[in-house]
């Protein structure tokens, strides 16, 4: 029963800034990536950021310089910060992790939240 959680989604004006947050939970024996993406309205899933347990980190060329990703492993936790919003920036934001559990430590399973609304006003 592993599940990730999300929390932190808002409204916010643009030029604000948010603190996603998704916590991962259950029978877990390691995470490999953790990170985010997000699906503005009509559009396609994209990747925000993603972090490797090892350290390694990727964002899209859309939020560099602006969004921050980081981790708290004792806590199997991943953060998004985001600053300098903008109304692009709107969309569902969907926390991501490959996951292996206790019982079936291989392979990894991929897992999803359910998503957390982040809306940027003008």
């Known amino acids: 029963q592993v599940q990730l959680v999300e929390s932190g989604g808002g409204l916010v004006q643009a030029g604000g800034s948010l603190r996603l947050s998704c916590a991962a939970s259950?029978?877990?024996?390691?995470?490999?990536?953790m990170g985010w993406y997000r699906q503005p309205p009509g559009k396609q899933r994209e990747l925000v950021a993603l972090?490797?347990?090892?350290?390694?980190?990727v964002y899209a060329d859309s939020v560099k310089g602006r969004f921050t990703i980081s981790r708290d492993n004792t806590k199997n936790t991943v953060y998004l910060q985001m600053n300098s919003l903008k109304p692009e920036d709107t969309a569902v934001y969907y926390c991501?992790?490959?996951?292996?559990?206790?019982?079936?430590?291989?392979?990894?399973?991929?897992?999803w939240g359910q998503g957390t609304q982040v809306t940027v006003s003008s």
């Open positions: 991501n992790a490959d996951i292996s559990s206790i019982r079936t430590p291989t392979p990894l399973w991929n897992y």
């Open positions: 259950g029978s877990i024996f390691r995470i490999n990536n």
């Open positions: 972090t490797i347990n090892g350290g390694n980190t």
